[in-house]
């Protein structure tokens, strides 16, 4: 290479490094990042969405260009063989021109509108591509800003579809169940399924007579089917806006005990599969709730939703709980559990209402609730787990592994509920009570998308000291911080 070509290439490297500095900065700087991927207009001179969130660990899934508002889901449950068929109506605001945007939806979909105008679409896999018809052949279908709205018409049966991921189907019998983090709601509506884009929720499930059908939410129905007479029908609503994978729907034999307590409705579902005992057993733990809900209020602020509930299925779930806004879901094993209890709603406030900006944040999901729930459970000292695991766990090199800023997709559901939690506690060490304390509270009171980024960022600016290495060590190393006070370790 002559020196000529080597100066070239150097300053080519150099500028191409630059440039990505700079973006990276440039994000890292503005704060809450809504980050939907850059639009392309393609030779037909169609605007287009970007066809997913672009998340790092899950970049297909939602869709880019738009927030959701509001869903509306109908969804007949009468049908044979567990088949679906519903209709959805989707209420979002455009944040680019757009003719051409994504949802998911895994079943099959027979029409779809937009504002009330037949849409092209295409299918594949869990991917739904909806083209609006311009009304103006010189101007995008819909303009950036613009309010707008999907109906989608669909069915099919959720059984064999495949998300990539956990399972999130359970079938007994006749019943079924549809719930699952990362993702579980595109088995039944169509949806922007990422939990950037929350949003309030309306679902009215028609079930045969005397079957039940329970969902996130409030119970705000139940009773004959206005439109079809010999039908039940099901409604349930979100009204603070929420993530899509903290829903669910059931259809099966419950029991179901509704009531109101502290200000607030509350339901209680548990499946009649389980034996006298065990029902008994399981809506007792339940009614626990309130309760939880007032201790946890102590220290994260108020509630932030206007019902409460829990809900307990007969078949053995791959997960203990799911944190499903406002009527939790929970393995009938875990059963009795209060720390479990206390976990599921203290994400009302972590997860479901200070929600993910992107699911390499999930620390802020996992460890700062699994924080509130050793601050709660009954017999649970938070110093003394520190202990545990800090000291307990100086040589395990699995549990200082991986960074909890990048535990990647395998990993992101392991060391959030123990080296998490440790993490927290060294934090308040770090901190003092009189600052992590009402630190802790504001941060479950300010509602929307939150990155990692941006909670280390309020934690440095709650304290006057500088956080920047404590963050570093905790959360970007694979190897245990060293024992000292910048790093929040107590001496012993
Ligand atoms: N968010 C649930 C909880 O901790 C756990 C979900 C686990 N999901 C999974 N794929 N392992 O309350
Ligand atoms: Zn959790």
Request: glycine share 8%; aromatic share 10%; charged share 20%.
């Amino acid at each position: 290479m002559s020196l000529t070509q080597r100066f070239w290439l150097v300053l080519t490297a150099v500028l191409v490094v630059t440039v990505l500095v700079l973006a990276t900065l440039g994000d890292r700087l503005s704060g809450v990042r809504t980050p939907s991927p850059a639009s392309t207009t393609t030779p037909d001179g169609l605007v287009r969405g970007a066809p997913g969130m672009g998340d790092p660990y899950l970049p297909e899934a939602g869709g880019g260009g738009y927030d959701v508002q509001h869903y509306d889901v109908t969804v007949d449950a009468t049908l044979l063989a567990r088949e679906l068929r519903g209709s959805a109506t989707v209420t979002a605001v455009a944040r680019q021109d757009l003719d051409e945007f994504h949802l998911d939806l895994l079943l099959r979909v027979g029409r779809v509108s937009v504002n009330g105008v037949p849409a092209r679409f295409t299918q594949s896999r869990d991917d739904l591509a909806i083209t609006a018809t311009r009304t103006d052949p010189g101007r995008p279908a819909i303009a950036s800003g613009a309010a707008f709205t999907v109906a989608v018409d669909y069915e099919g049966s959720p059984e064999g579809a495949s998300l990539p991921g956990t399972p999130a189907y359970y079938r007994t019998g006749e019943d079924f169940l549809i719930a699952g983090e990362p993702r579980a709601a595109s088995l039944w509506f169509p949806v922007n399924d990422h939990p950037r884009d929350a949003a309030t929720m309306r679902f009215a499930v028609r079930v045969p007579r005397g079957v039940e059908a329970i969902c996130a939410g409030r119970l705000t129905g139940r009773g004959p089917d206005p439109d079809h007479p010999g039908a039940d029908r099901w409604v349930w609503q979100v009204d603070a806006p929420t993530v899509s994978y903290a829903t669910f729907l059931a259809v099966g034999q419950y029991r179901v005990e509704q009531g109101r307590t502290d200000g607030r409705p509350f339901v209680y579902s548990v499946s009649t599969r389980l034996t006298a005992a065990e029902q008994t057993r399981a809506l007792r733990w339940l009614r626990k709730t309130p309760a939880a809900i007032r201790k946890l209020e102590t220290h994260l602020g108020p509630y932030p939703f206007s019902g409460m509930g829990g809900f307990v299925p007969s078949a053995e779930l791959n997960w203990g709980g799911l944190e499903v806004a406002m009527n939790p879901v929970y393995d009938p094993r875990a059963v009795g559990t209060e720390s479990l209890l206390n976990h599921e709603l203290a994400h009302m406030w972590f997860g479901d209402t200070v929600t993910l900006a992107e699911w390499n944040d999930m620390f802020n999901n996992e460890s700062l609730t699994s924080y509130a729930e050793w601050l709660v459970t009954t017999g649970s000292s938070p110093a003394v787990n520190f202990d545990e695991y800090y000291f307990g766990s100086a040589r395990s090199d699995r549990f200082w592994r991986p960074a909890l800023s990048d535990p990647g997709l395998n990993e992101l559901f392991v060391r959030v509920y123990d080296r998490g939690p440790t993490v927290v506690h060294a934090l308040r060490n770090r901190m003092g009570d009189s600052t992590f304390f009402p630190f802790f509270r504001s941060w479950a009171q300010q509602h929307g998308p939150r990155s990692l980024e941006d909670f280390r960022r309020a934690a440095d600016e709650a304290t006057p000291e500088d956080l920047t290495g404590f963050f570093a060590e905790w959360l970007d190393q694979t190897d245990r911080p060293e024992p000292t006070a910048e790093n929040g370790v107590p001496k012993r």
